[in-house]
């Protein structure tokens, strides 16, 4: 029997003008590199349970999921290369407060209903602003946004704020410390893949011609 118009869910919000001004929202600045030590920092400092981390890819998602874990967080992931009953058991260990933080992608959270969302982590920001004001509908009122914004989304979340007609507040976290880019190991590797291919080769036989010479 196919579901009818008066069978299926309410939703409560209708477009981002609704969002903006029903659901609680703050901005933490934060380096791209980062950011998987911030969510972990927000969870624990703050004791934050029932978590959704809203995230670009499934890499991301995964690499994420593997650090928090690492960290004694309770954590899951939710994306397409996750099977069908693995996200099942993800969504029944969350609703059963066996769980404290779910991961993932937009397609996702679009696809499945979350009932007492505390905290909704938006890791990236999305390049069309609506899927951000879609992240936040889920909350349903009753959590808060919060969003990891970097220096390249910055243009991003201004886009996001305007579509909103609203000024999000921005909370600088005096106790955590940001980190420098790890770029030493990337610097190495470049250097690496500079130097010329075949030199041993060359020099060798350049000892031989002399040989023969």
Do not use: W
Not at 66 to 71: D, Y
Not at 72 to 87: D, T
Not at 139 to 154: D, F, N, T
Request: with cysteine; hydrophobic share 35%; proline share 2%.
């Amino acid at each position: 029997m196919s579901e009818t118009s008066e069978d299926a869910p309410v939703k409560l919000y209708y477009d981002c003008l609704s969002v903006a001004r029903r659901t609680s929202q703050k901005i933490h600045h934060v380096n791209e590199h980062d950011k998987d030590a911030l969510v972990h920092h927000l969870i624990k400092t703050n004791e934050y349970t029932r978590v959704i981390v809203v995230i670009k890819t499934k890499r991301e998602a995964d690499v994420l999921a593997e650090f928090l874990q690492g960290h004694e967080i309770k954590a899951l992931c939710l994306h397409s290369n996750v099977s069908a009953k693995e996200q099942k058991s993800a969504l029944d260990s969350y609703t059963k407060n066996e769980t404290d933080v779910l991961i993932m992608t937009d397609m996702i959270l679009q696809a499945q209903t979350f009932e007492s969302i505390e905290h909704m982590i938006s890791y990236n920001i999305p390049l069309e602003p609506s899927f951000y004001y879609e992240r936040l509908s889920a909350l349903e009122e009753k959590g808060e946004g919060i969003a990891l914004v970097s220096e390249e989304e910055e243009h991003l979340m201004y886009a996001i704020e305007v579509a909103m007609k609203v000024e999000i507040v921005q909370v600088e976290l005096t106790d955590f410390k940001a980190s420098k880019k790890p770029e030493a190991k990337e610097k190495a590797k470049k250097d690496k893949s500079k130097k010329p291919r075949h030199k041993k080769n060359k020099s060798k036989k350049q000892t031989k011609k002399k040989e023969e010479e």
